[in-house]
């Protein structure tokens, strides 16, 4: 569709000429529980301003019909006005007022208005995600983040249901079935955070309420949504708890009075993402409702989560990026509170930065060494660049690197900073630009060069250390080496380890510097005693990969495990995984060490983890050969650490789901079939609807689990989450059959949300099942430019990734990916990222391969 791709330079002469003032947005919902409805009706009235009057612009607008385009009194025809992507409208006055009347569709791809039916109660909800550019979906608007406007939307929806959107309701009408709730207008915001939730939602509400500094009062009305199917599993306390604290220190740290009035935060059904920061009207995907027993790293992460999103109430939604471009200016920064808040705020979650370290870095480091990676600030062209870039640069990278640049500048320095630039920019948009012109005042620091080694430059580095020591086992010199493309100043600690009495390893010396160019010494070492451990980047303060001594290493492998700060230790682990995805440490060296240690791991979402990734390295890292030897190896860990674990622990649930992950053998799926039969028991494990499905999966891939059985636990379990899981056992069973179905479900038709789409790619695509599913490598590469251009770039995103062939470990794989790369410079550059990132996985696994076999 021409125009449906809005491009930066089209966004730019539109934000030079106009200004909008205000938008009413009425929608028409009442439809929504009558399946047979397809659309439901959208007006939009938007006051304007135009700086050069007598020239044209356009809205955007993706809607199955329009029926009526009103400029300045004056009626425009839809059927030349209206493109499918634009309506056009010319002969501006310097101020303007446009009404667009259409017929806006029900989504069920998670973008727009989506619309889900609860099979549980067959009660029908709905909500808007709109980031990066569908609220054209929806309703007429200019769709770009720098024009900003207040918006009042006005909702008729059935009688019975509860309606949300940014700002507070305020007057309600009851009309015969239907109800019309009257919004009050927002503050200036962009059109992506905009957001209507609708439907018979289940409400838990609080209140949060502080002395500002002025003398007066700030009022916030709290409420937490979630399907009325799964109110009694809603944990809202525990949520609005989080809430609380958060605000107390988000409002400390910013001083700048919340500016949304009341904060709703709707957990809501098939959400393509975690969460979305709609001013006063937060979505977060459902998942985070919890149905069953999970571990405690699934609260911190909801919790993190929630901290997140209320950041960018400050930085993202006061202060919005100009253009995606500078995306990163608001995902770094909330990706950054997310964990910083968790300590600050004093949320229970205190080994906040440890699961930072170990899993949003080890996102950075993947994506950072991809052939695609990207400076932290991107060249964002188009729509369908910004879709891209919601990437492990954007969020992960760059918070590490702002954790770097509070190091670098210092805390004060830097929370003085975001408070003069809410206050400088509030209701405006900004750049890079402007958040180092505050950083440079209150620091008296030069961020330029700073900012051109970290933030303009892509690609992480490597730190060495050298250690060379005397007869008597002193060290004569340390220095730490750095690699990389660009060489970057990195403020660092350096931990010196040795055992202390009890035999851990404990920190005995620790030495902070400034490590720059190829080769920094580090001159405090010198004359000090040889320890068991050098550890670079102690603390986690910049953003590196950590290398080790050759007497480090041995260390690390012998008592890896008798690291005792959890920091430390996960940092270690996250090293030695490093050194296996880059094939300099054998993938069964690795499954070794998870195996020896693991049991011993203390931090939960560390343990969750290791278990990811030894999966990963006996699945794709290991020489083929010895594949089946390391998944045995795996499944006989699993039980073991599974009968030891304390009974009813987080660490017991976790290894029992490892255990259905990687159940192989006749003794493995007899237990597996026991706890399910309840004829087998492992003390204080309860085995709950969730850990039921984790169980039927591993059956279900071992070819052990009936049509009958299945059906039968669906039946039991007829929810939104036993649905998806119900599809990914089906996927799973090893038969050609079983493949066909899992493929043709997605590929054949673009029915299925995004969730089943990933579970259907979930079940087919189990590496183990290498021999079944290569016949549809041939096939995916021909279909990949008819995915990209038929279906959602969201939906496309998922079976690209969910179907690439990277089970295929083998060079016959690697050269149809690069057939393909060569054959088609000119598909989507999108779509030709996706397919570089992909080929570059296989290509390492197949290094990491070598070096396991050498
Ligand atoms: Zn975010």
């Not at 009558?34 to 304007?48: E, K, Y």
């Not at 499918?84 to 569709?105: P, S």
């Not at 009968?643 to 987080?650: H, I, M």
Request: charged share 25%; aromatic share 10%.
């Amino acid at each position: 569709m021409p125009g449906k791709n809005l491009s930066r330079e089209e966004a730019q002469q539109r934000a030079g000429i106009l200004a909008v003032d205000s938008y009413r947005v009425r929608l028409d919902v009442t439809s929504a529980p009558d399946p047979a409805a397809a659309t439901f009706r959208s007006t939009t009235t938007v006051a304007f301003r135009c700086s050069q009057p007598g020239a044209g612009t356009f809205l955007d607008l993706l809607a199955p019909a329009v029926r009526s385009v009103t400029l300045n009194g004056r009626t425009l025809d839809p059927a030349t006005a209206y493109d499918g992507a634009r309506v056009h409208i010319d002969g501006l006055a310097a101020e303007n007022v446009l009404t667009v009347e259409a017929d806006c569709a029900y989504s069920r791809t998670g973008q727009g208005l989506h619309r889900f039916v609860d099979p549980a109660d067959g009660e029908t909800y709905l909500y808007t995600h709109f980031e990066p550019a569908d609220a054209r979906r929806v309703f007429a608007n200019f769709e770009q983040p720098d024009l900003k406007a207040a918006f009042s939307f006005t909702v008729a929806a059935p009688a019975a249901w509860d309606v949300r959107s940014n700002a507070v309701h305020e007057n309600v009408t009851v009309e015969g079935d239907a109800r019309t709730w009257e919004f009050a207008p927002t503050r200036p915001i962009s059109t992506y955070l905009t957001a209507v939730v609708a439907g018979p939602y289940h409400v838990a509400t609080d209140h949060y309420s502080r002395e500002l500094a002025d003398g007066t009062t700030l009022e916030i009305p709290l409420s937490a949504l979630c399907r009325k199917s799964l109110a009694p599993y809603f944990d809202a306390e525990e949520i609005l708890g989080v809430t609380k604290l958060g605000l107390d220190f988000f409002h400390e740290e910013f001083d700048y009075p919340y500016p949304f009035g009341k904060y709703d935060q709707a957990f809501v059904p098939e959400y393509n993402i975690g969460a979305m920061e709609n001013p006063g009207c937060v979505t977060f995907k459902e998942e985070f409702v919890f149905r069953s027993k999970v571990t405690d790293a699934a609260y911190e992460s909801r919790a993190n989560v929630v901290l997140h999103e209320m950041a960018h109430m400050w930085f993202g939604d006061l202060v919005t990026p100009r253009w995606w471009d500078d995306l990163w200016l608001k995902e770094s920064f909330a990706d950054f509170m997310g964990s910083y808040g968790l300590i600050g705020a004093h949320t229970r979650y205190s080994s906040a930065w440890v699961t930072f370290a170990n899993q949003r870095k080890a996102w950075a480091y993947e994506q950072d060494q991809f052939p695609t990676t990207h400076p932290i600030t991107a060249d964002i062209r188009d729509l369908e660049d910004a879709k891209l870039n919601f990437d492990g640069i954007t969020y992960a990278k760059g918070a590490s690197v702002l954790k770097q640049l509070v190091a670098y500048v210092g805390s004060d320095a830097f929370f003085e900073g975001a408070r003069r630039y809410f206050k400088r920019h509030a209701f405006g948009n900004t750049e890079l630009a402007d958040l180092l012109g505050v950083l440079e005042e209150t620091s008296g620091r030069d961020l330029k060069s700073w900012s051109a080694a970290w933030l303009q430059t892509a690609g992480v580095n490597a730190l060495t250390p050298q250690v060379t020591t005397d007869a008597e086992g002193r060290i004569t010199e340390l220095a730490v080496l750095q690699d990389g493309d660009v060489l970057r100043p990195h403020r660092i600690a350096v931990g010196l380890y040795d055992r202390d009495a009890d035999g851990a390893l404990v920190r005995t010396e620790r030495i902070e510097l400034d490590v720059t160019g190829a080769r920094t010494v580090v001159a405090e070492a010198l004359g000090r005693p040889r320890p068991a451990l050098v550890l670079l980047n102690d603390e986690d303060l910049t953003y590196c990969k950590i290398r080790f001594d050759a007497d480090s290493l041995e260390t690390l492998r012998g008592d890896l495990g008798g690291i005792r700060d959890e920091l430390a230790r996960a940092l270690a682990w996250s090293a030695v995984w490093n050194l296996t995805r880059d094939g300099l440490m054998p993938a069964r060296d690795y499954v070794a060490l998870v195996l020896r240690f693991a049991g011993r791991e203390g931090n939960i979402g560390v343990l969750q983890s290791l278990h990811a990734q030894a999966r990963t390295a006996v699945d794709l890292y290991a020489d083929p050969a010895w594949r089946a030897e390391g998944a045995r190896q795996l499944a006989d860990g699993a039980l073991r650490e599974l009968r030891e674990a304390v009974p009813g622990s987080d660490h017991q649930l976790a290894w029992a789901r490892f255990l259905a992950q990687t159940a192989g053998g006749a003794e493995h799926l007899g237990l597996v079939r026991g706890l399910l039969a309840g004829s087998a028991r492992i003390d204080g494990l309860e085995v709950d609807q969730e850990l039921r499905w984790a169980l039927w999966l591993a059956l279900a891939a071992a070819g052990q689990a009936g049509d009958e059985e299945l059906a039968a636990e669906l039946a039991a379990d007829n929810t939104a989450g036993g649905q998806r899981q119900y599809a990914q056992c089906l996927a799973a069973r090893p038969t050609p059959e079983a493949k066909a179905a899992a493929w043709s479900a997605v590929i054949d038709s673009d029915e299925l949300p995004g969730a089943l789409v990933r579970a259907n790619a979930a079940g087919f695509s189990i590496p183990a099942q290498r021999d079944l599913t290569s016949l549809y490598a041939a096939p995916y590469f021909k279909l990949l430019e008819k995915v990209w251009t038929e279906r959602s770039i969201e939906t496309a995103v998922l079976i690209v990734g969910g179907f690439f062939p990277i089970a295929q470990t083998g060079e016959q794989t690697l050269a149809e990916a690069d057939a393909w790369l060569d054959g088609h410079p000119q598909a989507a550059p999108a779509l030709r990222r996706l397919v570089l990132e992909h080929r570059d996985d296989l290509a390492r696994a197949l290094r990491a391969q070598a070096c396991d076999r050498a």
